[in-house]
């Protein structure tokens, strides 16, 4: 089975400063990982992905995230938050070589950005 | 990237109705499309995978004749909620995986949030 953690249900930050958000998994296997946002009453976008290579991931609107093998981690993190990235982020797992190419999803975190 | 296009965004029915969500996938081909359910505050959970020209794979706990999906072309996947009830009120979205990319994103729609009277 294979499952994810987003330990926080909300995370608060000032404009301008750096944001974390944290994700953990547990997977049998090698993990394809992701981040997506959500906002109210919306589907979700997709924001960045790892699935091999470079453990530092790059993806839209300025946000990376870094791959832990060891730590089983996947953080999401953006240097300088803005108010505008306030919303519901969503980090998911897949197993390579399953067949099962559903998401499996984290509860979701809240980031919060104050002006 | 892919665009997927589910409606209606809202729908509000009585009791003992049926409704129909459709999700497209307007400039791909989607073998497989994926439907999910989220309760308000909460994660999205799995009900059903929708494979193209084959009946649905359905998630343990999920009642296959209430939720019935179909999948009859490389575009389309529709969920019918049948004889919906209150418990039934919740945010559907759909998602879609383009033909052999293992490794790669799913592309959701904007979701439609039912609400049964």
């Known amino acids: 089975a294979q499952s994810v953690a987003q330990p926080e249900d909300q995370v608060n930050v000032a404009e301008g400063n750096p944001l974390t958000v944290k994700c953990t998994y547990s997977?049998?296997?090698?993990?394809?990982l992701f981040w997506y946002v959500q906002y109210p009453n919306r589907g979700l976008q997709f924001l960045l992905k790892y699935i091999t290579g470079d453990n530092l991931v790059k993806g839209s609107y300025g946000f990376e995230a870094e791959f832990n093998k060891s730590q089983t981690s996947f953080h999401l993190k953006k240097p300088s938050a803005l108010v505008s990235d306030s919303a519901l982020y969503f980090c998911a797992v897949r197993v390579e070589g399953t067949g099962r190419r559903a998401l499996t999803f984290g509860s979701g975190t809240r980031l919060q950005v104050q002006p | 990237g892919a665009v997927v296009s589910q409606h209606p965004s809202w729908v509000i029915c009585k009791s003992g109705t049926s409704v129909k969500i459709e999700c497209r996938s307007l400039d791909f081909q989607a073998t497989t499309m994926f439907w999910y359910r989220q309760f308000p505050k909460q994660s999205l959970m799995l009900m059903a995978t929708s494979n193209e020209g084959s009946k649905a794979t359905y998630e343990q706990g999920v009642e296959k004749d209430k939720f019935l999906i179909n999948h009859a072309s490389l575009t389309l996947s529709t969920l019918t909620v049948t004889s919906a009830h209150p418990e039934d009120s919740s945010f559907y979205i759909c998602s879609a995986s383009t033909r052999g990319l293992n490794t790669g994103e799913l592309f959701f729609g904007e979701g439609s949030r039912l609400t049964v009277l």
């Open positions: 997977v049998s296997g090698n993990p394809y």
